[in-house]
């Protein structure tokens, strides 16, 4: 069983960073690739960046390219989404994901392990 917690959300202005992280449970995290989701209120959960096991590999959504960046450190077992320049449609409950089958990102339905969240709210 793999636990997922994320902190680090809150109330922010656009054009301000915060960075988020994802505390892991599980031996063998450093196998497994993670990722980051976030779903605003009345709109579908969205892949937000992931991971591969080694870090070697980083993938994102169209809409947080060249803000976002995606970090781990596998031997404290943390996932890290670092944003910036943000923007109110940033705005959204984040999700950290596990998946413990595969090292590398294969895609949302790969994610076996969610954490319940952390709230981003940027205001304009």
């Known amino acids: 069983q793999v636990q997922l917690v994320e902190s680090g959300g809150g109330l922010v202005q656009a054009g301000d960073s915060l960075r988020l992280s994802c505390a892991a449970s599980g031996r063998t995290f450093s196998t497994y690739a993670m990722a980051w989701f976030r779903q605003a209120p009345g709109k579908e959960r969205e892949f937000v960046a992931a991971i591969n096991w080694s870090g070697g590999n980083t993938y994102y959504g169209d809409s947080v390219k060249g803000r976002f960046t995606i970090s781990r450190d596998n031997a404290k077992k943390m996932v890290y989404l670092q944003m910036s320049s943000l923007k109110p449609e940033d705005t959204a409950v984040y999700y950290c994901?596990?998946?413990?089958?595969?090292?590398?990102?294969?895609?949302?339905?790969?994610?076996?392990?969610w954490g319940k969240g952390t709230l981003v709210t940027v205001s304009s």
């Open positions: 994901a596990a998946d413990a089958d595969y090292r590398d990102y294969i895609g949302v339905r790969g994610m076996d392990y």
